[in-house]
């Protein structure tokens, strides 16, 4: 089984649409979670640290659920902009990050 | 500031040739770590390093070697070139390899024919 696990969809979402995404995770211990985006041929980009209690930047939620050992990402009006691949990355040890295998998102006009 | 710098952009091998891809960055980043990316499989960590003279193995490391002698550089070498290494590599940094955001290079397309 994979340490981190994502449904590497695509997603095809009219503008103006809310989606969510989520990531599971195997190892209990681990200590921090984020979300990346890459666009095509790009490297990855931070986009949000996730927090216990939940956050959210603009348009962007991200939630962590340690029990259920899973976290998501919510995309509230998505714009054509969106598109990319959004890639989920749990830290398991000291320096040790551990990338999903990404969920694509193709938003349609 | 130059950020993280990967030198080639791409690459051509023969099986069994050795090569080493470059990484510098100029942000005085504690923490290096390489990972390459296939279609469907993200990316995998090969190897980090949390500081200058310490590195460890991540999740795929076989096949490569790397050593950090300044916190500046973190090379990554393949020593006998086999097409299963046919990737695209990153080298990322942060300040702490903890919470602090990873900060990748443009990454290095290599072919193993």
């Known amino acids: 089984r994979k340490e981190v696990e994502q449904d590497p969809g695509p997603f095809n979402v009219p503008e103006g649409a809310t989606v969510a995404f989520n990531c599971t995770y195997s190892n209990s211990a681990s200590q921090s979670f984020f979300w990346y985006r890459q666009d095509c041929r790009k490297e990855p980009k931070l986009l949000m640290s996730?927090?216990?209690s939940g956050n959210e930047d603009g348009r962007f939620t991200a939630q962590l659920n340690r029990a259920s050992q899973y976290i998501s990402l919510l995309i509230r009006d998505s714009k054509l902009s969106d598109s990319a691949t959004y890639l989920c990355?749990?830290?398991?040890?000291?320096?040790?990050?551990?990338f999903g295998q990404g969920t694509t998102l193709q938003v349609k006009p | 500031n130059a950020g993280v710098t990967q030198t080639p952009k791409f690459q051509v091998l023969k099986t069994g040739q050795s090569m080493t891809l470059q990484c510098a960055q100029d942000m005085n980043h504690e923490y290096m770590s390489w990972y390459r990316q296939d279609p469907g499989m993200g990316l995998r960590l090969i190897h980090y390093?949390?500081?200058?003279?310490?590195?460890d193995q991540g999740e795929v490391p076989n096949g490569y070697n790397v050593s950090r002698s300044t916190t500046e550089d973190f090379p990554l070498r393949l020593l006998s070139a086999a097409p299963s290494q046919t990737s695209v590599y990153f080298c990322?940094?942060?300040?702490?390899?903890?919470?602090?955001?990873?900060?990748f290079g443009n990454g290095t397309r290599l072919t193993v024919t």
């Open positions: 996730v927090y216990s």
């Open positions: 990322a940094s942060s300040y702490d390899g903890n919470n602090s955001p990873l900060h």
């Open positions: 390093s949390v500081g200058a003279g310490i590195t």
């Open positions: 990355v749990v830290k398991i040890a000291p320096g040790k990050l551990i």
